[in-house]
């Protein structure tokens, strides 16, 4: 199984940034590609960024500008930069990888997510 794990989530002002980070337990390389969706209350989870094994990368486009996606191959982690917050990204951030190789075929494997509020 392959873990992804979130973290940075918290309470930000109108205004503020974050930075979230997802820990893959396998290496990022061997990974098709990892995306950050999320979920906000009341609404269905959707797709903020994505990023390839050959980095390209995707945005959902209300986001691109406020929202960046990078890795950090040496610490395999996929971090999500969030800046000017504004409300509306209330949301729980979730982690996904994409196609992943296993003993059984290829499967995608969500984190756990976590929490960003943003509010004043």
């Known amino acids: 199984q392959v873990q992804l794990v979130e973290s940075g989530g918290g309470l930000v002002q109108p205004g503020g940034s974050l930075r979230l980070s997802c820990a893959a337990s396998i290496s990022i390389f061997t990974i098709n590609s990892m995306a950050w969706y999320r979920q906000g209350p009341g609404k269905e989870r959707e797709l903020v960024a994505r990023m390839n094994s050959g980095g390209n990368t995707v945005y959902a486009g209300s986001l691109k500008g406020r929202f960046t996606i990078s890795r950090d191959n040496a610490k395999n982690t996929v971090n999500l930069q969030m800046n000017s917050l504004k409300p509306e990204d209330t949301a729980v951030y979730y982690c996904?990888?994409?196609?992943?190789?296993?003993?059984?075929?290829?499967?995608?494997?969500w984190g756990k997510g976590t929490l960003v509020t943003v509010s004043s």
């Open positions: 996904k990888g994409e196609r992943i190789l296993t003993i059984s075929g290829y499967k995608d494997f």
